[in-house]
């Protein structure tokens, strides 16, 4: 370089972009950032469930959330519906959710309802968009999907899961699909209301802020609460003793498994197929080690209390990536 008498810099030379950078795609360098940052986020509803976390594992092993997530959008069949989300294992395992329909929902839910009597249209209240966004949110739905996802992850490993469709066929009249079907959902929801409750989300109050935007949360419809399907042929299509959530004593069907027996199960099961996968987590549940309220150490003292879920905290995304190499 030419330097002034001064001894400062005449002239400076840029230095050659760097030869690590010259074949960069900065198109897919954006997208796994994004799917990053989506696995940041989505950290808080599945730390909880090593099945959710096994989905997360597979999806970053064959390309990264991006590749199988999709919002709906306006003229999708289930989009502005109650149709949050919907997981495809018959179709490369995809999963679609509804992003970005909260107003259009709202407005959809009220038609024939009288215009605005200033704005000439129907405008939700701040009430109801906060409850659509209560009940409606997208993480959780996500999380719900990735579920489904990693409870097909155990289904092709083996594991003793109910198989839907796998090796079966829609239209077929077969009642086990559909009996696969409703046991899983109900397992699901079963962990997203442990979830909410961990997250400080009252029961009563995500009830009224479905009731507020007209979907139906009454207890029959509670998915969580109704027995698993399995104990009589009719009903499920399995003979008892065959269904996958039949507990069975001396090869004799004793009883059906509930959601809450299920779902430990299907944990204990995504825990060991995570070790097998070299997974970085924790292998047992970790002990609830907040300080106890007066009125939670009465409650423990009620032999009919609600038995608690065990957590499975793990250490967050960069974690959840740097063993899958």
């Known amino acids: 370089m030419a330097k002034r008498k001064s001894g400062a810099l005449k002239t400076a030379k840029i230095p050659p972009p760097s030869p690590f950078r010259k074949n960069e795609n900065t198109d897919k360098a954006n997208v796994d950032f994004g799917d990053l940052e989506f696995e940041a986020a989505i950290q808080e509803y599945v730390k909880d469930s090593p099945v959710a976390l096994l989905a997360l594992q597979d999806i970053n092993k064959r390309g990264g959330i991006s590749k199988f997530l999709r919002a709906l959008q306006y003229g999708d069949e289930s989009y502005a519906t109650t149709t949050r989300g919907e997981f495809f294992p018959e179709d490369g395992e995809r999963m679609v959710y509804n992003a970005t329909d909260v107003l259009s929902f ?14 000439g249209e129907y405008r939700p209240s701040k009430e109801k968009v906060k409850a659509a966004q209560t009940v409606q949110k997208s993480l959780p739905v996500i999380a719900h999907e990735l579920f489904h996802y990693g409870t097909n992850v155990l289904r092709k490993q083996g594991y003793n899961v109910p198989k839907g469709f796998m090796g079966r066929k829609r ?13 899983e959902e109900a397992i699901i929801d079963f962990l997203e209301k442990t979830q909410r409750k961990r997250m400080g989300v009252k029961e009563e109050d995500y009830n009224k802020a479905a009731e507020l935007i007209n979907i139906s949360l009454r207890a029959g419809d509670d998915r969580s609460k109704r027995p698993l399907l399995g104990r009589f042929k009719s009903t499920s299509g399995y003979e ?4 996958p959530f039949a507990v069975l004593k001396d090869g ?14 299907f944990e204990g099961m995504a825990l060991e197929e995570l070790k097998k996968r070299n997974y970085a987590r924790t292998k047992e549940p970790l002990k609830d080690t907040r300080e106890k309220s007066f009125l939670e150490k009465l409650s423990r003292l009620n032999p009919f209390r609600e038995k608690e879920r065990p957590m499975y905290r793990e250490g967050g995304a960069v ?6 190499k």
Do not use: C, F, W
């Not at 709202?106 to 704005?119: E, M, T």
């Not at 974690?319 to 899958?324: D, R, V, Y």
């Open 171 to 183: 239209g077929t009249g077969d009642k086990r699909i559909s009996a696969d079907i409703l046991n």
């Open 252 to 265: 004799k069907y004793k009883y059906t498994e509930s959601p809450d027996q299920a779902l430990t199960r």
């Open 319 to 324: 974690n959840m990536l740097k063993k899958n």
């Open 106 to 119: 709202l407005n959809d839910k009220v038609k024939g309802n009288q215009p605005h009597p200033i704005y």
């Open 240 to 243: 008892p003793e065959e269904s």
